[in-house]
C-alpha cells in the first residue's frame, strides 16, 4: 500500500520541476475539468511491488492511452500490450460503471514456455480481439463485468461487496452525483483529461440529493424544507 508521504513527496517533486502545472490547474478548474499527469500513472505503476505486473509502459495515445506490461498468465510469462479507450463513466447511489474500449491488443510470449496459454498464444487460437469476452469469463474479476463483450468492458465497482453494501459510500456517490458529473474522458501528450458537467439535475436535484442523503434520517421541519421526491436520473456522460 502506497504511504500518504511518499504521494505528497511525489506530487511536491512533479509540481517542482513541472511547474507549469500549476496554471494548467488553475485553467482546468475554470473549465469544469482535471487532468492526471501520464507520469504519474507511471509513478503508481511502480508502486505496484514485485507481486504485480512488471516493466509497465504507459504513453499517450490520444484521444486514450497505450499500456504495456509483463505478468504472469496461468503461470506463463508475457508481454502484454494494449491501448485504452474511455467511453463512458457512470456513477450515482446505484452504480459506478466504467466502460472502456481495447483496441490492438496484442500478447507475446516470453522465453520458452510450452504451456497450454503458450501454446494458445503463440498459435493464434486467442482472439485477443474480443478482449471484453474473455476477461468475463476470468475468475474475479468477471463478477465486477456488465455487459462486455467483443473488445469492450463494461466494469462495475459496485457490484464489489465493500462498495455496493456499504450505505456510505452509496451516500457520498448520490449525493457528489448530484453536484457534478463526468462529461468525458480524454487525453492529450501528457495528461488524461477527465471533463466534468456541473449540476447535471439541476439545482433542484441537488437540493433532493442532500435531503436524501444526509438530511434523510434528520427531523422532519428540515427535510420539508428541501424539494419533494427524489430523481432517479443515472448521471452519466
Not at 483496441?103 to 501454446?119: I, Q
Not at 466494469?155 to 451516500?171: A, F, T
Amino acid at each position: 500500500m502506497i504511504g500518504r508521504e511518499a504521494v505528497v513527496q511525489a506530487v511536491t517533486s512533479y509540481l517542482r520541476s513541472h511547474p507549469e502545472e500549476l496554471s494548467r490547474i488553475v485553467r482546468n478548474a475554470v473549465g469544469l475539468r482535471f487532468g492526471v499527469p501520464i507520469a504519474g500513472l507511471r509513478w503508481l505503476a511502480a508502486q505496484g511491488g514485485d507481486k504485480g505486473p512488471q516493466d509497465i509502459q504507459i504513453d499517450a495515445e490520444p484521444p486514450g492511452i497505450r499500456v504495456g506490461a509483463t505478468l504472469e498468465l496461468m503461470g506463463t510469462m508475457v508481454r502484454a500490450d494494449t491501448r485504452i479507450y474511455i467511453e463512458r463513466i457512470v456513477f450515482s447511489a446505484e452504480q459506478l460503471r466504467l466502460e472502456v474500449r481495447l483496441e490492438k491488443t496484442n500478447m507475446t510470449v516470453l522465453g520458452d514456455a510450452e504451456s497450454p496459454v503458450a501454446a494458445l498464444i503463440k498459435s493464434g487460437a486467442l482472439d485477443l480481439t474480443k478482449s471484453g469476452s474473455l476477461a468475463a469469463n476470468m475468475p474475479g474479476l468477471g463478477k465486477l463485468l456488465g455487459d462486455s463483450a467483443d473488445n469492450k468492458l463494461v466494469i462495475d465497482l459496485m457490484k464489489h461487496p465493500k462498495l455496493g453494501k456499504n450505505r456510505l459510500v452509496r451516500r457520498a456517490l448520490g449525493l457528489v452525483s448530484s453536484v457534478v458529473t463526468v462529461h468525458g474522458v480524454e487525453s492529450d501528450d501528457g495528461h488524461i483529461d477527465v471533463l466534468l458537467r456541473a449540476f447535471p439535475r439541476g439545482f433542484s436535484g441537488a437540493a433532493r440529493a442532500v435531503r436524501d442523503h444526509v438530511f434523510s434520517g434528520g427531523p422532519p421541519w428540515i427535510r420539508g424544507v428541501l424539494p419533494g421526491r427524489r430523481d432517479d436520473t443515472r448521471p452519466g456522460y
